[in-house]
């Protein structure tokens, strides 16, 4: 039964169940593909209906994530005190959020351009279809990095109406960079999914082997966002950016230890929210001086 609170006590409960500061994981990435795409400040209008697409897009996975994972979550010691299971937010509620979120991601795609409406269900389903991968496949952190490569494909989408080999490109880096730090983040439930049955590489491959496919994941991405600098010509202040993601990454790794995996939030929060903030700056920044 979900309590009784006042109502900016109930946006705070929501906020933390969808883990709303972790936004600035994809919404740089984004809105660089935007700034990319037009190859400088994208229109008000499209910036604003990007940006409510993302907030659809995220706010509707992330409920429906915690509403088909709340009996795993209420037996997981990690997870059990999140508001759903913890009776803090009703179903009802959490059903309205994610309907509400998706309508609203829906509507976004429908005033960005015809391409970007006809996707968005497909784009509904990878999202939705992401909680339900680790019930059946090891590869759910590759599921999740596609959901999140989405935001890159869709913003490009969103500018130029087609898809093209930099947009392609930017996309798979984010799938990979997400897969990646999904691996590390699934350390922590190691012994809990493989008490439960429940897939991941880490339960596949044991600690060890998954931070060095974590690690090849991260590689991959550097290679395609390098690839990048190429296809668009880019200049100084990309490869500043690029040197410091790459340092970021190293960092990072140098967190998490097979045996000591106490800095594994330090290594998942912080790093990967300034990797993607610094890759929108240093991007946009050598955009404009080109131009």
């Given at each position: 039964m979900e309590l009784s609170f006042s109502p900016m006590s109930k946006l705070k409960i929501f906020l933390e169940m969808i883990k709303f500061?972790?936004?600035v994981f994809a919404l740089p990435f984004a809105l660089t593909s935007a700034f990319i795409a037009s190859n400088g400040m994208p229109s008000g209008y499209q910036l604003f209906w990007i940006i409510m697409a993302m907030i659809g897009a995220r706010t509707g996975a992330m409920s429906f994530n915690r509403?088909?994972?709340?009996?795993?979550?209420?037996k997981n010691p990690r997870t059990k005190?999140?508001?759903l299971p913890k009776g803090l937010i009703s179903k009802e509620a959490v059903i309205f959020y994610?309907?509400?979120?998706?309508?609203?991601?829906v509507y976004a795609a429908y005033k960005l351009?015809?391409?970007?409406f006809y996707l968005s269900p497909i784009a509904i389903i990878i999202l939705c279809g992401y909680s339900l991968t680790k019930r059946f496949t090891h590869l759910s952190h590759i599921v999740l990095g596609l959901a999140?490569?989405?935001?890159p494909l869709g913003a490009w989408i969103a500018i130029k109406g087609n898809i093209e080999t930099s947009a392609i490109f930017l996309s798979l880096a984010v799938m990979?960079?997400?897969?990646?730090?999904?691996?590390?983040y699934a350390l922590q439930d190691y012994e809990f999914d493989r008490r439960e049955g429940l897939y991941s590489i880490p339960v596949k491959f044991g600690v060890k082997k998954s931070i060095l496919i974590s690690r090849a994941f991260h590689l991959i991405m550097v290679m395609l966002l390098s690839l990048l600098y190429f296809l668009n010509g880019f200049g100084l202040f990309y490869i500043v950016g690029l040197v410091i993601i790459a340092f970021l990454l190293v960092y990072e790794h140098s967190l998490v230890k097979?045996?000591?995996l106490s800095k594994l939030d330090i290594a998942f929060f912080n790093m990967n929210g300034y990797i993607s903030l610094i890759y929108f700056i240093f991007t946009v920044l050598d955009i404009y001086w080109k131009v």
């Amino acid at each position: 039964m979900e309590l009784s609170f006042s109502p900016m006590s109930k946006l705070k409960i929501f906020l933390e169940m969808i883990k709303f500061p972790h936004t600035v994981f994809a919404l740089p990435f984004a809105l660089t593909s935007a700034f990319i795409a037009s190859n400088g400040m994208p229109s008000g209008y499209q910036l604003f209906w990007i940006i409510m697409a993302m907030i659809g897009a995220r706010t509707g996975a992330m409920s429906f994530n915690r509403l088909v994972d709340m009996e795993i979550d209420a037996k997981n010691p990690r997870t059990k005190d999140r508001p759903l299971p913890k009776g803090l937010i009703s179903k009802e509620a959490v059903i309205f959020y994610t309907l509400a979120s998706f309508l609203l991601l829906v509507y976004a795609a429908y005033k960005l351009n015809k391409f970007c409406f006809y996707l968005s269900p497909i784009a509904i389903i990878i999202l939705c279809g992401y909680s339900l991968t680790k019930r059946f496949t090891h590869l759910s952190h590759i599921v999740l990095g596609l959901a999140l490569s989405g935001a890159p494909l869709g913003a490009w989408i969103a500018i130029k109406g087609n898809i093209e080999t930099s947009a392609i490109f930017l996309s798979l880096a984010v799938m990979f960079w997400v897969a990646g730090f999904d691996i590390l983040y699934a350390l922590q439930d190691y012994e809990f999914d493989r008490r439960e049955g429940l897939y991941s590489i880490p339960v596949k491959f044991g600690v060890k082997k998954s931070i060095l496919i974590s690690r090849a994941f991260h590689l991959i991405m550097v290679m395609l966002l390098s690839l990048l600098y190429f296809l668009n010509g880019f200049g100084l202040f990309y490869i500043v950016g690029l040197v410091i993601i790459a340092f970021l990454l190293v960092y990072e790794h140098s967190l998490v230890k097979e045996n000591d995996l106490s800095k594994l939030d330090i290594a998942f929060f912080n790093m990967n929210g300034y990797i993607s903030l610094i890759y929108f700056i240093f991007t946009v920044l050598d955009i404009y001086w080109k131009v």
